[in-house]
């Protein structure tokens, strides 16, 4: 299997150079040449097949013969070994709505399921290679926790992660910051997400200085983020009882288009889902995408998903590729329209498109807090707020069809522990506190708290390497 960018202006390159580049080098996202495809009767066979032997499966197309058989096994069962649930990403029913649990990782969240696999597989790489790797990456919360847990002691890596000053959650923030290994390096941003993800593709586009200092990316700008996130879709589907297989539908929160893009690929190889369906919290700009069309900026606005608090959804431009069927030309004039006037427009006839590969739904910050307190009173079973969005556009979706068969599958993508001012917001206790997390307060913390300036990263980059 040989990779492409999304903007055309690359030649292809193998799976192992496309996990290193991370960016493509004409600032586009790397996406696989072809697509493979699984019939029902192939993904009926898989249901006898454990997580990692699943990924094993799923793997193989993309990755090719760039890595023997039995190293992709053994860094497939290294990297879920340190799970605490024999299923990975257990599913679960609650009322009328199964939830998908992607929170049994180290860092209690959907994050740990690629970054475990992604910080194995880079070590691997570097051996192989005989290279050194310092990763950058930006966080809205859950991202740098997992990546920093990935590659934590590793040899050859150090990681470099953003996140904004003061808008992640404070577990969130002492997960990242109390990792004090020599390799770790964490900086805190006075500015917004969307500021640490601009910094990063800066950075990356800066080839000279990507090369000089051997940067990688761990975002879901990394092709094998997205790669790994497949496998729970499936899984999720191969969950399921026979007879609730028939008419599926699955809700994904999502801020940054990743989480859902896998799903798309998902649907794409095969898997036999109906629709997927995006929830979006206040900032829902690939609500409105979805429903208008237009895709525009707007103020991010702070609310008790703050995982979700985006406006500049990097994932998006791997959509778009598909959505102008494969024209990179057109995806780099489309970034140019966003970037003069912050908004790119389809046609009616791409809307129409759109509206068959995802519906959406989104939820207010008062709605996000009800749906957490209200499914708890019905079932004991406590929500984190990003999955919370995601149950309450699952609600309206299935009142909106009336008395439809269709079954829901909702992505749960923390642990509620992360977000315990939020739960307690909603039903007045806190959440069960996680054996990972009961002396968190206590630890020790680091990190640089820099203003939100490409110039003064690097400097900050260049004085520590």
Known sequence: MKYISTRGRIEPVSFIDAVMMGLATDGGLLLPETIPHFSNDDIDRFRDLTYQELAITLFRPYVGSDIPSDVLQNLIKQSYSTFNHPAISPLVKQDDIYILELFHGQTLAFKDIALQFLGNLFAWILVERQESLN????????????????????????IFIIHPHGKVSPIQEKQMTSVLDHNVFNIAIEGTFDDGQRIVKEIFADLDFKQEFHLGAVN????????????????????????????????????????????????????????????????????????????????????????????????????????????????????????????????????????????TGFATNDETLSTIADLYQQ???????????????????????????????????????KFPDAVHRAIGSYPPIPASLEDIDQRECRFKILPPETKKIKEYIRKIL
């Open 379 to 417: 079932t004991g079973y406590i929500l984190d707020p990003h999955t919370a969005v995601g149950v309450k556009v699952a609600q309206q979706s299935r009142r909106e069809e009336g008395n439809n068969k269709s079954t829901y599958i909702c992505l749960a993508t923390a642990h509620p522990a």
């Open 135 to 158: 990763i950058l990456g930006a966080t809205s919360g859950d991202t740098g926790s997992a990546a920093i847990y990935g590659v934590r002691g590793k040899d050859h890596i150090n």
């Open 220 to 359: 879901s700008i990394n092709w094998a983020r997205i790669m790994a996130q497949i496998v729970y879709y499936f899984s999720a589907y191969l969950q399921l009882p026979d007879s609730e297989r028939k008419t599926v539908d699955i809700v994904v929160p999502s801020g940054n288009f990743g989480n859902i893009f896998a799903g798309y690929l998902a649907k794409r190889m095969g898997l036999p889902i109906r629709r997927l369906i995006l929830a979006s919290n206040e900032n829902n700009i690939l609500n409105r995408f979805i429903s208008t069309g237009v895709y525009q900026y707007s103020e991010v606005v702070p609310t008790w998903s703050p995982s979700m608090d985006i406006q500049v959804a990097s994932n998006f431009e791997r959509y778009l590729y598909y959505l102008l069927d494969g024209n990179g030309e057109k995806v780099r004039d489309s970034f140019a329209q966003l970037k003069d006037n912050g908004t790119i427009s389809v046609s009616r006839e791409k809307l129409l498109q759109v509206q068959k590969d995802f519906t």
